[in-house]
């Protein structure tokens, strides 16, 4: 490149971390800073495209990612169903709300409870006398009381106060009355506001009412009562329930899809544990008979509400292509390749050609129906090739092991390299497992931090057996398809603190130093883990999740050469996956260009856990303009959260800073992130 540009612009992401309070400075003071020389040669490009497909990100029904997190409905087990939890989350249910003990022995379904526990026993499931699944409660009123049934729910009251919803009756006798109100919380008396509704014929009805509170009667993150309750001797079934907020996009969270969609995520995978038992038939047709049942793979509820137009839907809303795991695991090819044409039959102009991914973590006993090794390559080519009858153009990702144990799983899978364009890997690593004895928070810090450059080298070696296949040779690459720092909480970095933003910079890094043969990646996750949480109706992003904003917001496609004279440490008895990673730089660089050419990104991590880094960075081939900007990622620790509280307590802040002709010097705060961006000039 000749350096000539009509405008020019440099990023510069740098991430640093330690314990001192914080400062939105370009230059700190605290421990003697490290100095450290960055020299970017925007004249010679590396020869290899950074494609926006390494900032995908992943979706999965675990926790509260879709239910209580992106779908807006508020109500849980609205179809009033058995079933629906396993033993543990039974447990926590209970330790969280005893009074769920008594309701489930009155027969109530989890988590509904009687309004008035004091009126006895009113209530009686009913199997196989539904509107929706399989199970009704029928509700019993008292000659001269209402009796009804609750829930504590949490409502986005900071955003709207106006409430919709629908449920379905089936009169029986007595009163033909239900009311549907919303309560203070175990204040059966204080009625913020209730709808009446008369139940008609003898046969199940829909029935659609309108809950708008009053102004500052509820407060935020406070949780209210939702109540069903019977007229005077009243008897009626009531079943599949539903209360939304009415500012939802397509039964959808706003904040949710508003922040989803600054993410710049071009790839959504929905796949996950839950893909091995997931049957896609299950999800689609009239929400209202879609079937209630267990995510078995995570032992909490499917409700189906969101299935395969809704994921399609958001992905439209963000911006996104789809990216679909099939279930290899109780699935069948014929189930496989009716799904992949019913996404093509509706997504964009239907000509197919999207990403499919060949089941989810086979290797494992833990996946439904997992094959064994001597299986897994003959079931692939047996989906694989029924995808292909239906979609002659469908991207098909094989199932490959991770980095530390690869070797003969992906030499089985590797025998389909002529039906496959990539192998998967993930990497899902608990952060406080590792060899050493009694580490200390700052070892653990370091030895995880030091992960992505590990990582890397397996990579290549990854990529290394690949390259031994005559038919895989340049023709099947590798797609990191999950990745995630999980980590027991004040012991080190994990999804949700500021450590977790560091690991997740480091990982970035390394994504675009082997773009040219891991092209494809997936973050865990858009919604819950390392991006978008929803916690008592308060939506907000964990630092991860600015960290990764960042990132794909720099707009960088064509990496340039960058050197740099870092000091380095070196990793002993760290992670029990890859204990021992010599050779970590401190400060970690990527360099590139926007397509338009416009634009040189460095993006750098600062691994040092208590040092500023000085930095001297002189800029090749271009003319800067005399200032920079910066948008900075900070905390007081590693362990600093963002939560429904304090939603933006990590958030990024800005800056600027002069240039002196083609040189910048900059200090670098520990434990924070900066993008720096300089305008040229021809």
């Known amino acids: 490149m000749n350096g000539l540009f009509n405008r020019f612009s440099l990023t510069i992401i740098l991430f640093s971390f330690a314990p001192e309070s914080i400062f939105a400075q370009a230059t700190l003071e605290a421990s003697k800073p490290s100095e450290t020389t960055i020299?970017?040669?925007?004249?010679?490009?590396?020869g290899f495209k950074i494609p926006p497909t390494i900032f995908g990100t992943f979706l999965e029904p675990i926790a509260n990612s879709t239910y209580g997190g992106l779908v807006a409905e508020v109500l849980q087990n609205p179809s009033f169903e058995e079933g629906l939890w396993d033993a543990s989350h039974i447990k926590q249910l209970f330790a969280e709300e005893p009074s769920l003990i008594r309701a489930s022995a009155l027969g109530l379904p989890l988590p509904w409870e009687p309004l008035d526990e004091s009126q006895g026993n009113r209530y009686e499931p009913r199997w196989n006398d539904a509107a929706n699944s399989y199970r009704s409660v029928f509700v019993m009123g008292l000659p001269d009381k209402v009796v009804g049934i609750r829930q504590k729910v949490y409502l986005p009251v900071r955003r709207t106060l106006r409430y919709r919803g629908s449920i379905y009756l089936k009169y029986v006798s007595g009163s033909d009355q239900v009311d549907v109100s919303l309560r203070q919380r175990n204040h059966q008396e204080t009625i913020f506001v209730h709808s009446t509704i008369q139940a008609s014929g003898k046969d199940w009805g829909r029935y659609e009412f309108s809950l708008d509170l009053p102004q500052n009667k509820v407060a935020a993150l406070e949780p209210v009562d939702f109540v069903v309750t019977v007229g005077h001797e009243g008897r009626i079934l009531l079943d599949q329930a539903s209360l939304v907020p009415t500012d939802n996009i397509d039964g959808m969270d706003p904040e949710m899809i508003s922040m989803a969609k600054a993410m710049k995520s071009p790839l959504i995978r929905f796949g996950g544990n839950f893909t091995s038992a997931y049957h896609w038939p299950d999800g689609v047709g009239p929400l209202a008979k879609r079937v209630s049942m267990k995510n078995v793979a995570w032992g909490i509820p499917e409700y189906n509400t969101f299935g395969t137009d809704e994921f399609l839907r958001f992905c439209e809303l963000i911006g996104a292509r789809p990216q679909i795991a099939l279930n290899l695991g109780s699935g069948t090819p014929e189930e496989a390749a009716a799904w992949v044409n019913y996404v093509n039959n509706r997504w964009e102009d239907h000509s197919g050609g999207l990403i499919w991914e060949m089941?989810?973590?086979l290797w494992g006993d833990f996946q439904t129906g997992y094959p064994v090794l001597q299986d897994v390559a003959e079931r692939t080519k047996v989906f694989s090739n029924a995808v292909h009858q239906v979609d002659p153009r469908a991207v098909l990702i094989a199932t490959g092991a991770d980095e530390d144990f690869y070797r003969n799983w992906n030499a089985a899978q590797l025998s389909n390299a002529d039906s496959i364009r990539y192998l998967s890997t993930h990497f899902v690593v608990t952060t406080n497992e590792v060899v050493r004895k009694h580490p200390s928070t700052d070892f653990l810090a370091e030895a995880n931090f030091a992960l992505p450059v590990g990582l890397e080298r397996k990579l290549r070696e990854m990529y290394g057996q690949i390259q031994s296949v005559p038919a895989a040779r340049d023709k099947v690459k590798i797609a990191f398809t999950e990745w995630l720092f999980v980590g027991e909480d004040q012991k080190g970095p994990r999804y949700d603190n500021m450590?977790?933003?560091i690991e997740n910079?480091?990982?970035?890094?390394?994504?675009m130093r082997v773009a040219d043969i891991v092209p494809i990646s997936d973050m865990t996750g858009t919604v819950y883990f390392a991006g978008?949480?929803?916690e008592?109706?308060?939506v907000?992003?964990?630092p991860s999740y600015w960290a990764f904003r960042m990132y794909a917001g720099a707009d960088v496609t064509r990496p340039v050469e960058i050197t740099t004279d870092s000091e380095k440490?070196?990793?002993?008895?760290?992670?029990?996956?890859?204990?021992?990673?010599p050779d970590v730089p401190y400060l970690d660089v990527v360099a590139g260009l926007n397509d338009a050419g416009d634009t040189v990104s460095l993006l750098c991590v600062n691994r040092h856990l208590t040092k500023d880094i000085a930095t001297r960075i002189s800029i090749e081939g271009f003319k800067p303009a005399s200032e920079a900007t910066g948008e900075t990622l900070f905390a007081s620790s590693i362990f600093e959260k963002n939560d429904e509280v304090n939603p933006e307590a990590v958030h990024p802040s800005y800056s600027s800073a002069r240039l002196n002709g083609s040189v910048l010097e900059y200090t670098f705060r520990h434990e924070s992130v900066t993008v720096l961006t300089v305008h040229g000039t021809k």
Do not use: C
């Open 569 to 581: 440490y070196s990793v002993a008895e760290g992670s029990t996956r890859l204990p021992d990673i």
């Open 536 to 538: 008592h109706g308060q």
């Open 540 to 542: 907000f992003g964990v």
């Open 532 to 534: 978008i949480w929803k």
């Open 505 to 511: 910079a480091g990982f970035l890094n390394m994504l």
């Open 499 to 501: 450590g977790g933003a």
């Open 39 to 46: 020299h970017v040669n925007v004249s010679k490009p590396l």
């Open 359 to 361: 089941g989810n973590e």
